[in-house]
């Protein structure tokens, strides 16, 4: 359940203060009062509310200058009893949300707290979207094998509950999907999903990231940056691969974990959390722990609820439903419409799969393009892991005698030529390589020539 918001009202008149502060608790709200600019400021060194109420005369400070500094941090309605249109336009152009006559109509009043309140946490949870670049939500999990109903029905017992879970599994097999869904079937699913990748950023970023900076923590912070611990409130923060996080870090967020409180970096402040916080890992934390490279009391923490996912090659009767989704919702502009040989389905059901539902997706995605026109997907389409171990599985590889690796990849690299027809884009795609480096194969091959403009 979401805490109710908190309120600080900046009014000399002890009257008035008293009136709103009662009229705004009636509504469930949290409400508290400074008398002055100096009381204010005192309060906000160490706390922080969701919206502040301004009177524009204050007997310490200047209204405008008070404003000037406060919008920037929280959402301001400006309160006066000596209005002028010149007055209200300059008090937008600074910053405020709202700008009400004394006296104050009560509903009047309400309407603009929730407006006001409605619009900030818009902006929050569209500036999270933004800094933690989500990516467009696909089906969750595709099948019907007995260990994905499994996780199916652990997801189902745990979503429910506003508690940590940890998720493992090697890498390709869904973690974050199961994040996804956890989160949809939570009472926090009208919240933000906001995830953090815990290998992408250096440990002082990734703490920037996760619970913010003050203006001036540190070389280049420039201005105040709320972290995405705040910006999931209501919702839920998903920490990938939460086994590369350091020392200090894994201290900070069991003290989140554990008490639900953290400071911006570089500040002072104590902040409350209201995020639900879901983590992944593919490595061991168990023996991790053992070994000291993990917190213990972390590890013991997040391991009260965990949801293990099995690889692919545990669950090769899912392959089917999963070849024909991705046929279904591959991600090219140009639709085709595509059915795999039954004979091609054969390959990918005796394949291994390390690179588990990521690897499959890419291999069904390259025999797209190599297909070609062909409205069926056949064994010469399928690229199976390195190209090296492709050139066995995927093309047909004919020497007089034991080839060197250098004659099988030029071997290889002259059949996904032939095949593309010398599209440099679709090899590159193709191989994971860049086009930079096709063209320079090209060259090396004696096929510039031939080569698409």
């Given at each position: 359940m979401t805490p109710p918001a908190t309120i600080l009202a900046i009014d000399d008149d002890a009257l008035f203060n008293d009136l709103l502060r009662e009229q705004l608790a009636a509504n469930g709200y949290v409400v508290r009062g400074a008398p002055s600019w100096e009381k204010a400021q005192a309060w906000l060194k160490e706390h922080e509310p969701d919206l502040v109420?301004?009177?524009?005369?204050?007997?310490?400070a200047d209204g405008m200058e008070a404003l000037a500094a406060l919008a920037p941090r929280y959402p301001v309605i400006v309160l006066t009893a000596y209005g002028s249109v010149r007055q209200a336009v300059e008090a937008m152009h600074r910053g405020a949300a709202e700008y009400l006559m004394k006296p104050v109509n009560p509903d009047e009043l309400e309407l603009a707290v929730k407006r006001t309140l409605g619009h900030a946490r818009l902006k929050e949870r569209l500036d999270v979207v933004e800094s933690s670049q989500r990516?467009?939500?696909?089906?969750?999990?595709?099948?019907e094998s007995k260990a994905l109903r499994e996780v199916s029905r652990m997801i189902?017992?745990?979503a429910g509950e506003d508690v940590t879970v940890l998720i493992t599994g090697e890498s390709g097999t869904g973690k974050e999907l199961v994040a996804r869904e956890i989160h949809e079937r939570s009472r926090r699913a009208q919240g933000s999903f906001v995830t953090l990748d815990s290998c992408t950023l250096q440990e002082n970023l990734f703490e920037s990231e996760l619970f913010g900076h003050e203006k001036g923590a540190f070389t280049g912070a420039d201005k105040?940056?709320?972290?995405?611990i705040e910006g999931a409130r209501g919702g839920t923060l998903f920490l990938d691969e939460i086994g590369e996080i350091g020392p200090a870090i894994q201290a900070k967020l069991l003290r989140v974990i554990e008490t639900g409180e953290f400071r911006r970096l570089g500040?002072?402040?104590?902040?409350?959390?209201?995020?639900?916080?879901?983590?992944a890992t593919n490595r061991d934390l168990a023996q991790m722990a053992q070994e000291g490279t993990f917190r213990p009391?972390?590890?013991?923490r997040l391991s009260t609820f965990v949801i293990k996912l099995p690889p692919l090659r545990e669950r090769k009767e899912d392959i089917p439903a999963l070849v024909e989704h991705f046929?279904?919702?591959?991600?090219?502009?140009?639709?085709?419409?595509?059915?795999i040989a039954p004979e091609a389905l054969d390959v990918l059901m005796r394949y291994d799969w390390p690179g588990n539902i990521r690897e499959l997706r890419n291999v069904i995605e390259r025999a797209i393009i190599l297909s070609g026109d062909s409205p069926v997907l056949r064994p010469e389409h399928l690229v199976l892991g390195t190209p090296q171990q492709a050139a066995a599985t995927a093309c047909t590889l004919s020497f007089d005698r034991p080839p060197t690796l250098?004659?099988?990849?030029?071997?290889?690299?002259?059949?996904?030529?032939?095949?593309?027809?010398?599209?440099r884009a679709a090899l590159a795609r193709v191989l994971g390589i860049s086009e930079r480096n096709v063209y320079r194969l090209i060259d090396k091959y004696g096929l510039k020539e031939k080569a698409e403009a």
């Open positions: 109420l301004l009177d524009m005369r204050l007997p310490d990516r467009r939500r696909k089906a969750w999990m595709v099948g189902d017992a745990v105040l940056k709320k972290g995405l500040g002072t402040k104590v902040l409350r959390s209201d995020a639900r916080i879901l983590c009391d972390l590890y013991y046929l279904r919702n591959h991600d090219f502009s140009r639709r085709v419409t595509k059915e250098e004659e099988l990849k030029e071997h290889y690299f002259r059949q996904m030529y032939e095949r593309l027809s010398g599209k």
